[in-house]
């Protein structure tokens, strides 16, 4: 299963008409990806991408990548971040995730962000939770579909979620 995902409409990261990032999230070969290009609103220093919208970009994607490998509702627990290099308002960037382990009720991931040339800029290691009271049902109701691709849009409507 290959494709873009539907964005949560309420989300600041990938929901469609926040007035946030609109992250157009990937599903492929375990992983979930993004290729961005933010914009100068997102910045802290002058032409530097604050580091709070650069961690959230990698939860982001950590998170996508542990529902789409385990179809469980988990919350970030923890997060350990590295800001190696600037990420610069107006270039493009890709970030991505891989799922590391599980345990219990607690899932580790790893998630980088990389310019064109394939330099790191940040990376972190990710800790989530199952979590309750959220259901795969109700979040759906929430998920814009547009362009996603039937296979994918069936995972997240079909009866075994």
């Keep these: 299963m290959t494709g873009l995902l539907p964005g949560y409409k309420k989300c600041f990261f990938c929901g469609p008409a926040t007035g946030g990032l609109a992250l157009n999230l990937q599903y492929k070969d375990g992983g979930v990806f993004c290729e961005f290009t933010p914009h100068e609103k997102f910045q802290g220093y002058d032409g530097v991408i604050h580091g709070g919208i650069v961690t959230g970009i990698l939860d982001e994607v950590m998170w996508w990548t542990l529902f789409m490998e385990t179809r469980v509702m988990t919350a ?26 599980s345990a219990r009720k607690t899932y580790q991931l790893s998630g980088i962000i990389e310019d064109t040339s394939g330099n790191l800029c940040a990376q972190a290691k990710g800790f989530f939770l199952r979590t309750k009271g959220f259901t795969i049902e109700e979040i759906v109701k929430h998920l814009d579909f547009r362009g996603v691709p039937p296979e994918i849009r069936s995972f997240f409507l079909s009866p075994q979620i």
């Design 76 to 101: 970030t627990w923890k997060l350990e971040v590295e800001l190696r290099k600037p990420v610069s308002c107006g270039k493009a960037y890709c970030a991505s995730a891989r799922f590391l382990r």
